[in-house]
C-alpha cells in the first residue's frame, strides 16, 4: 500500500471571515497541490475542509501519515470522534456544532 504524507491548513480573516485551506500530498517524490476559499466561513471549518480535500484527493487505499498544527482537527480525530460514533455524530449535550463534522464522518472510518 502506498505511504502518503498530507500537510494541511486552513484559516479565515476574522471569525468568521472569508478564509481559505490547502492541503499537500507527497508521496514517492510526487507533490500535489490543492487548495480553495469561502467567502464566509471559520478558522475550523477551514481546518476539516483542509484535512477532508486532502483526504479525498487520494486515489487509491493509502496508509498516510497527517501533519497539521491545528489542535482542534488533532483532538477531533484522536480524542472526540470515538465518543460522536458511539452517539450517532452527536456531542454529549446534542448535535455538532460545526457543520464541516456530519459531512466527514464517511472519511473517518478507519482513523487510528
Request: aromatic letters at 10%; a positive charge.
Given at each position: 500500500?502506498?505511504?502518503?504524507?498530507?500537510?494541511?491548513?486552513?484559516?479565515?480573516?476574522?471569525?468568521?471571515?472569508?478564509?481559505?485551506?490547502?492541503?499537500?500530498?507527497i508521496s514517492r517524490g510526487?507533490?500535489?497541490?490543492?487548495?480553495?476559499?469561502?467567502?464566509?466561513?471559520?478558522?475550523?471549518?477551514?481546518?476539516?475542509?483542509?484535512?477532508?480535500?486532502?483526504?479525498?484527493?487520494?486515489?487509491?487505499?493509502?496508509?498516510?501519515?497527517?501533519?497539521?498544527?491545528?489542535?482542534?482537527?488533532?483532538?477531533?480525530?484522536?480524542?472526540?470522534?470515538?465518543?460522536?460514533?458511539?452517539?450517532?455524530?452527536?456531542?454529549?449535550?446534542?448535535?455538532?456544532?460545526?457543520?464541516?463534522?456530519?459531512?466527514?464522518?464517511?472519511?473517518?472510518?478507519?482513523?487510528?
Amino acid at each position: 500500500m502506498p505511504i502518503i504524507k498530507i500537510y494541511s491548513d486552513g484559516a479565515c480573516w476574522g471569525n468568521p471571515g472569508p478564509g481559505g485551506w490547502a492541503a499537500i500530498l507527497i508521496s514517492r517524490g510526487h507533490n500535489k497541490e490543492i487548495s480553495g476559499a469561502d467567502r464566509q466561513t471559520t478558522n475550523n471549518r477551514m481546518e476539516i475542509t483542509a484535512a477532508l480535500e486532502g483526504l479525498k484527493a487520494l486515489n487509491q487505499p493509502s496508509v498516510v501519515h497527517f501533519f497539521t498544527d491545528s489542535s482542534y482537527l488533532v483532538n477531533a480525530a484522536t480524542s472526540w470522534m470515538p465518543g460522536w460514533k458511539a452517539r450517532g455524530w452527536k456531542r454529549k449535550d446534542g448535535v455538532l456544532l460545526n457543520a464541516g463534522f456530519p459531512t466527514w464522518h464517511p472519511a473517518c472510518g478507519s482513523i487510528d
